[in-house]
């Protein structure tokens, strides 16, 4: 590089396309679409920047039409993944040791194409297989990813400038180095530009990652690691291992080269991945980093002088868009009895006029959940709720996996506060809620704050002051992300970096400086200029 002080370009959150009638961007998009649901794609391993394949296949689909394959892509087994693993021990020396500004570089080119000629096939991809809206698809995989890896660089530089203060005669200074390994990045399906976060992230701090995206949004990851080469990431920095969860997890827990876990998805997971690493722990060269993020019960929790109108559609938009499968959805609310039939009214008429279907279709606020298994454990909790004395359903409840796993925006009302859909995760379009006694707004709180194991996301509302200081404080620790007077979904990198804590996960928010550190291992560089030439103190000089 040359010898200035590099600037990285201040980054500015992506702009969202509105996508409206007879625009060139739905033209371009929506020609995109039909392209791929013409085409049959081949996902392929990449190692070392080598295409591999196992012969060992599985089926990418639609969800909102299961039976239309998308592609189909190969799996790895034991074999593969220390293939990869080798791959990227080959690879971490020299990435490792590239100038920073080089690394950015790579992302920052990656940032702006995806923001051009990229963005039609993420956002299709990510339409098509993870069965997300065209406005969904658009906050995700386009937006939030050019926002992680253009604010990702800045925080990068920011971070390398924390440095020691110096007394006279020495020069103190810190080093940023990568880990010692590799990082295991394992994705979710649900967020596309969590999927392309959760390598990056370290890779830009120098570290070197396998890449195991889920199985059932491969096809929009697969074009996201395209794009990385494309962008110029040199080959087994970061090494494509998509699979059965055991089958490339269990060789990459057994290896003395992990380094570090970076992980997004359910907290019995992850659970069991640190369970694991605590018992190989005297088998790996160093102490792996261990970032995750789980789980959530996410709350909303209205105070008797909220604004109905902007309560129900929180309630609406937070439980519902994309299908309430967001680790940041709401799905249990607390409302006092004094507006319980403003809400109750507003929620049936607001549900009611959701239009579902396929994402191909602007004018739907809602797809399908993502396959058989999740439909499954949703139109269960569902079944549950028709039938018990605790529970009722207000509006909702119908489900037809006929053609693709559609469940209709369900609310539940629970006449107990512990009803098991008030505490367990489902992760699909179905809102719990529990109406409270005015007077017993702190009991209520308590509930709030001790009903679930979570800690991920959650909303108060109130119009007086006092009441959002009082809930705030009350519910201080039951949620890493907050919000008043909005919904608990929609965190902007640059503007709410985003963790909970408790079975949450660690909260090393994503989208932060904060993140970036935890792929570091600091070296501390003392220089001093005159060395002393004698052993003895001043101190000797006299009994």
């Not at 394992?186 to 990056?200: C, D, E, M, Q």
């Not at 570290?207 to 996201?224: D, G, I, R």
């Not at 925006?409 to 859909?421: F, G, H, L, Q, S």
Request: proline share 6%.
């Amino acid at each position: 590089m040359p010898n200035g002080i590099v600037q990285i370009p201040t980054p500015v959150n992506e702009p969202v396309r509105a996508y409206a009638p007879g625009s060139v961007e739905k033209a371009a998009l929506k020609q995109r679409l039909h392209e791929m649901l013409g085409e049959k794609v081949e996902i392929p391993l990449i190692i070392g920047g080598r295409e591999v394949r196992t012969g060992r296949i599985a089926e990418a689909v639609c969800p909102h039409d299961h039976g239309h394959v998308l592609a189909e892509f190969h799996q790895a087994s034991g074999e593969e993944v220390q293939q990869a693993i080798d791959a990227s021990q080959a690879a971490w020396k020299d990435w490792s040791e590239m100038a920073w500004e080089d690394r950015a570089a790579v992302f920052l080119k990656a940032a702006d194409l995806l923001a051009g000629p990229w963005r039609d096939t993420i956002n299709a991809s990510t339409m098509l297989n993870q069965s997300k809206t065209v406005y969904q698809a658009e906050i995700d995989s386009a937006c939030e990813l050019i926002d992680f890896w253009r604010f990702n660089t800045s925080y990068m530089r920011q971070l390398y400038t924390e440095q020691p203060g110096s007394v006279s005669g020495i020069w103190d200074t810190s080093e940023y180095r990568a880990l010692e390994g590799f990082v295991f990045a394992v994705a979710p399906f649900n967020f596309t530009s969590i999927s392309g976060n959760l390598p990056t992230a370290p890779v830009l701090m120098g570290n070197v990652a396998l890449w195991k995206p889920a199985s059932t949004s491969v096809l929009s990851s697969y074009y996201l690691m395209k794009l990385l080469q494309a962008a110029g990431l040199p080959d087994g920095v970061i090494n494509f291992v998509p699979g059965p969860g055991a089958a490339v997890g269990d060789p990459v827990l057994a290896s003395p080269h992990l380094a570090g876990i970076h992980f997004t998805g359910s907290t019995g997971t992850f659970q069991s991945m640190w369970q694991t690493i605590g018992n190989n722990i005297r088998s790996y060269r160093s102490y792996p980093r261990i970032v995750g993020e789980t789980g959530g019960k996410d709350f909303v929790f209205a105070h008797p002088t909220s604004s109905v109108d902007a309560l129900v559609v929180a309630l609406v938009r937070g439980s519902f868009e994309y299908q309430g499968q967001k680790c940041s959805a709401a799905s249990r609310a607390y409302i006092p009895r004094s507006l319980w039939p403003q809400v109750s009214a507003g929620l049936k008429d607001m549900v009611g006029s959701i239009d579902m279907g396929s994402p191909m279709d602007f004018r739907n606020f809602m797809a399908a959940v993502i396959d058989r298994r999740a439909f499954g454990k949703i139109t269960g909790a569902i079944d549950r709720a028709k039938s018990s004395n605790d529970a009722e359903i207000l509006c909702g409840g119908g489900f037809d996996d006929a053609v693709g796993y559609f469940i209709e925006p369900t609310v539940i009302v629970a006449n107990d506060p512990r009803y098991e859909t008030m505490q367990e995760e489902l992760f699909g379009p179905v809102l719990t809620i529990y109406v409270y006694e005015d007077e017993d707004l702190d009991a209520a709180l308590e509930l709030c704050d001790s009903t679930s194991p979570y800690a991920l996301t959650g909303a108060i509302f109130a119009d007086d002051r006092s009441a959002l200081v009082k809930m705030s404080a009350a519910l201080r620790h039951a949620a890493g992300n907050f919000y008043l007077n909005d919904k608990p979904t929609g965190a902007v990198v640059g503007q709410q970096p985003f963790g909970g804590a408790r079975a949450s996960g660690t909260n090393d928010k994503a989208g932060s400086v904060f993140n970036l550190l935890r792929w570091t291992s600091q070296r501390s560089i003392k220089e001093t200029f005159v060395p002393p030439t004698d052993y003895r103190y001043p101190f000797m000089e006299e009994e």
